[in-house]
């Protein structure tokens, strides 16, 4: 079955720094890859859609200026969380969506301290 | 807009035991219903995908069912093990897009 990767699984940062987290199709090529966001005991969160080549779409209430998104190719998305908080730290994976099937990453775990 | 809700939040029984999770939906016009499970601090493991025309699916010890009329889906899982011990979550899709609503999920833990 399609594999999609994150790196890193986990990264721990300090408090204003920024972290990128990778997101990738191995053996299949993403029309779309997605970002989502869960908070302890929360259901999972949409954060932004993203279409390679082109801007990301932002839910509201997701700031564009501190959740970078660069989807450069079919199979390569990355989130660059900047200025991280402690408030940034969750539990954030990604999909990769093929025409008929969205497939989900292992996640990534951030903590800011 | 679509909103899912899981029943219960958490579940705690004896091995063997057959167990119901339960998944409810607003919005019936969905394009396909997921179950997922997630352990603790991993990514999602995607057990059984019903499309909008079916009725159910079933994967091993797993059978999950859907009413799309009523806005239903319950994930049965017969013979519970220690092992299926995770969150369980519910995902619909719908509104043309491949985003799915997530529910809260249930975290089940099965006791020896």
Known sequence: ?????????????????????ECRSLDFQATTMFWYRQFPKQSLMLMATSNEGSKATYEQGVEKDKFLIN??????????????????SSFYICSASTDTEQYFGPGTRLTVT | KQEV?????ALSVPEGENLV??????????????????????????LLLIQSSQREQTSGRLNASLDKSSGRSTLYI????????ATYLCAVESGGSYIPTFGRGTSLIVHP
């Open chain 2, 5 to 9: 809700t899981q029943i219960p939040a």
């Open chain 2, 78 to 85: 017969a013979a519970s093990q220690p092992g299926d011990s």
């Open chain 1, 71 to 88: 989807h450069a190719s079919l199979t390569l998305s990355t989130l660059t969380v900047t200025s991280a908080h402690p408030e940034d």
């Open chain 2, 21 to 46: 999770l339960n998944c409810s939906f607003t919005d019936s016009a969905i394009y396909n219903l997921q179950w997922f499970r997630q352990d603790p601090g991993k990514g999602l493991t995607s």
């Open chain 1, 1 to 21: 079955g399609a594999v999609v990767s994150q790196h890193p699984s986990r990264v721990i940062c300090k408090s204003g720094t920024s972290v990128k987290i």
